[in-house]
């Protein structure tokens, strides 16, 4: 009889070096956000005065009752997700259109652009510029003095009194547009590398068959590319709905202005309503934020479920043969 040769199972140790990525993720995220739900249902409530004054946790819906549900049509939670959504349409949309026009340009066999890797470097170069940067040059841009400012005084445009910073509005686009211009072109290169792994046999048979570039590219490069671009959706949404550096850094979330009966920060988005609530001071309220945290967390999955949704594949079911 030949003896059994003793096989070396090489699986296992794949599991040995996903060991340190769970123990990071549970400890340093799931933890947080098993907390962050749980803390959400405490409110923070001062007992007594001056030194004696003491912080006590209150449980309950309060945060939800009261600040999240209780101020919708007005409060400043519901202006947070208003103005958090809009801005992240207004760089989103632009964002993925031109991408994938420049991802389908970059990659078309009929159109060879020349220099076409100095192309990719400028396009992406806005996103290793540090975000303190873009809001800082920006700003002096379109301070009152700025050069884009100056510009658009010189051609009668604005008057010489105007301050395009003390526009809720104008804020709003300028940073919407910061947001599109910094990610763009990482958008474009994951789209590229996307295309780039499809077939090119494809494209030659869609070609013996006379199909136009167009044709081609909603054909077969956009049903071929639906994983990459649902990477691409989910993980647009899921930064771009917790943005805080740019908006922060440029004004403050200002300018203040009059919405309705209130008086609300134009460009304040949930993230910075949240750290308002977690810096040590008189409006410091961890439950509070908890619960704003919460909502975003909400309304990013649902967004992101979307995206899920109408990109997956479709299977269609096979009927057997009785």
Same mark, same amino acid.
């Given at each position: ?8 199972e ?8 996903l ?12 933890y ?25 946790l ?7 009752t ?47 652009l020349?220099?076409?890797?100095a ?45 395009i ?7 709003l686009?300028?940073?919407?547009? %910061?947001q +599109? ?6 958008? /474009? &290169?994951?789209?590229? *590398?996307?295309?780039?792994?499809? !077939?090119?046999s ?9 199909a136009?570039p ?8 956009m ?19 917790q ?26 988005t ?9 810096d040590?001071?008189?409006k ?10 919460? %909502?975003? +967390?909400i ?5 992101? /479920? &979307?995206f899920?949704? *109408?990109?997956?594949?479709?299977? !269609? ?6």
């Open positions: 009889m030949q003896k059994k040769r003793k096989t070396v090489y699986g296992k140790y794949g599991y040995i070096f060991v340190p990525f769970f123990l990071v993720f549970l400890i340093f995220q799931l947080p956000l098993l907390y962050t739900f749980y803390i959400s249902f405490f409110k923070q409530v001062q007992v007594g005065h001056g030194r004696k004054a003491t912080i006590e209150v449980p309950g819906l309060n945060n939800y009261d600040y999240v549900f209780g101020s919708l049509g007005g409060g400043e939670v519901f202006n947070a997700i208003i103005v958090t959504i809009v801005m992240w349409l207004l760089n989103f949309v632009p964002q993925i259109l031109l991408s994938l026009l420049l991802a389908g340009w970059f990659t078309d066999a009929f159109n060879k020349r220099g076409e890797g192309y990719k470097v400028i396009m992406y170069m806005p996103n290793i510029i540090t975000a303190a940067t873009i809001a800082v040059l920006f700003y002096s841009f379109f301070d009152v003095n700025g050069s884009i400012t100056g510009l658009l005084k010189s051609v009668g445009i604005l008057n010489d009194n105007s301050d910073l003390k526009s809720g509005y104008a804020s686009f300028i940073i919407a547009f %910061i +599109f211009w910094m990610w763009y072109g990482n958008t /474009m &290169i994951v789209l590229i *590398a996307g295309i780039m792994g499809i !077939s090119p494809l494209y030659e048979a869609a070609m013996v068959d006379g136009t167009t044709q081609q590219f909603w054909l077969i490069t049903p071929l590319l639906k994983p990459i671009l649902q990477f691409t959706l989910v993980t647009s949404a899921i930064g771009g709905l943005m805080y550096d740019i908006p922060q850094l440029f004004n403050k979330g200002g300018p203040v202005v009059k919405w309705g009966a209130n008086s609300v920060n134009s460009t304040q949930i993230i910075m309503l949240v750290k308002s609530y977690i040590a001071g008189p410091q309220d961890y439950g509070r934020a908890a619960a704003y945290s919460v %909502i975003l +967390f309304i990013t999955l649902a967004i992101s /479920m &979307i899920f949704l *109408a990109t997956s594949e479709k299977k !269609s079911k096979s009927s057997g043969v009785g």
